[in-house]
């Protein structure tokens, strides 16, 4: 039995999904059909981006009674914010909705699939960060992504941290999977084009390092490869935001969620999560940041980076680590060797002799 042994074999998709160019314009008629006299009211929570935009809540099939709820997107997901939002659910009477629709990026969906998971298993959001802890099926939902790359429609997990104990970790379950997907590419348009580059590169980045790790799992490896294909069409293309690659990158963030259901990361995300934590850098943003640094580790990855980057004319933050502070070293080395699985993963067990902490500021260092 090694730490790479748990729950991971376990794997569920979405229950059903729909894909193409206006698919979002069926997102009222899917509503509409879970409604029913017990169960008449819908909850739809919407990226905070979309509140310069009217309709929004209308265009999804949001009817007046229903609770439409803005998601923040400055701070990712939090217990503490989970939680708040469930009691306000159950304080106007939408605590048994048809259905609950996420509409967003990762964090919008990592909520929606947190806030269905909590209105039928009761209790507070902590007490399922884990491994199959959510005890019944959540509220029926459905997860319309509006930027491609995290793969959040697609996995068994909801991203969450803990404000009081600092604990990262979702509610990895077969209930966390969304009922139905609704993959429309002509969402991504609007996207700014740094964050289009970031966010995708997520999808590439958790690809290439599960497939150089030593936990595999042969249909992961297959989504893993079609995922880093696309990705390099994507990117290395003229234009990552035209018509037909913004659809190929809805497609490989889908694939890369699927990938990740069944293998771990490697070294990029322990280094990432820890600029999250201590600087308080999105995941993705501190992902390429942290990949520009990993010559030594993904060779072959980090010089296609390059090129990507290049190619797409995007910029990366510079210089995140000047000036470390002694408590700063202290905090970048535990909150990235914490991460035993995907350190286990790409160096073995004994990851420590490879990372020792001079090495580990070094890398900080260069980002
Ligand atoms: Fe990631």
Redesign the pocket.
């Known amino acids: 039995m090694t730490i790479l042994d748990t729950g991971i074999k376990i794997v569920r998709n979405v229950g059903r999904f729909t894909f193409g160019q206006g698919a979002v314009s069926g997102v009222k008629d899917l509503v509409a059909s879970r409604r029913t006299d017990d169960h008449k009211h819908a909850v739809f929570l919407i990226d905070d981006y979309f509140q310069k935009i009217t309709d929004t809540a209308s265009s999804l099939g949001a009817l007046p009674g229903d609770s439409v709820q803005f998601v923040g997107t400055v701070d990712e997901p939090t217990t503490q914010g989970i939680d708040a939002l469930v009691a306000k659910l159950h304080g106007s009477g939408h605590d048994k909705p048809a259905t609950v629709v996420g509409f967003g990026g990762g964090i919008t969906l990592d909520t929606a699939k947190a806030v269905s998971n909590l209105l039928t298993n009761g209790g507070r959001a902590a007490d399922y960060q884990g491994w199959d802890l959510v005890r019944v099926a959540g509220v029926h939902k459905i997860g319309v992504p509006t930027i491609s790359?995290?793969?959040s429609e697609a996995t068994r997990t909801c991203v969450m941290t803990n404000l009081d104990t600092g604990l990262k970790l979702g509610m990895n379950s077969d209930f966390t999977v969304f009922d139905h997907v609704v993959l429309d590419p002509s969402l991504t348009k609007s996207v700014p084009r740094n964050q289009y580059f970031y966010t995708g590169m997520?999808?590439y980045?958790?690809c290439i390092e599960a497939l150089a790790g030593s936990y595999r799992n042969a249909i992961g490896d297959a989504y893993s490869r079609e995922t880093v294909n696309l990705c390099r069409k994507v990117f290395l293309g003229d234009d990552m935001m035209n018509d037909e690659l913004r659809s190929d990158l809805m497609v490989a963030s889908y694939l890369g969620g699927c990938a990740?259901a069944t293998s771990y990361?490697g070294v990029?995300?322990p280094f990432?999560a820890a600029l999250s934590v201590v600087f308080g850098l999105h995941?993705?943003v501190a992902?390429c940041i942290v990949l520009n640094a990993m010559q030594d580790f993904y060779p072959g990855a980090h010089a296609e980076f390059r090129k990507m980057i290049e190619k797409q004319k995007v910029t990366l933050p510079k210089n995140v680590c000047a000036n470390l502070t002694d408590q700063l070293r202290t905090d970048l080395i535990a909150a990235t060797i914490k991460h035993e699985k995907p350190l286990t993963n790409a160096l073995g067990e004994n990851f420590r002799a490879t990372l020792t902490d001079a090495r580990i500021i070094s890398l900080f260092e260069k980002m």
Do not use: L
């Open positions: 790359g995290t793969g997520d999808a980045i958790h990740i990361v990029v995300h990432s995941h993705c992902n």
